[in-house]
């Protein structure tokens, strides 16, 4: 059984999670981007 705090730890922590995945995608895609360019 999960503790009841859990919850709150999600909601707090998937968000943030989601946008630090997001945000290394973006960086992976620009970098690529970038030496495509040279």
Not at 9 to 15: G, H, M, N, V, W
């Amino acid at each position: 059984m999960r503790e009841p705090n859990d919850d709150w730890i999600k909601c707090l922590f998937e968000p943030a999670y989601d946008l630090i995945t997001m945000e290394t995608e973006h960086t992976k895609r620009a970098k690529r981007e970038r030496e495509q360019r040279k």
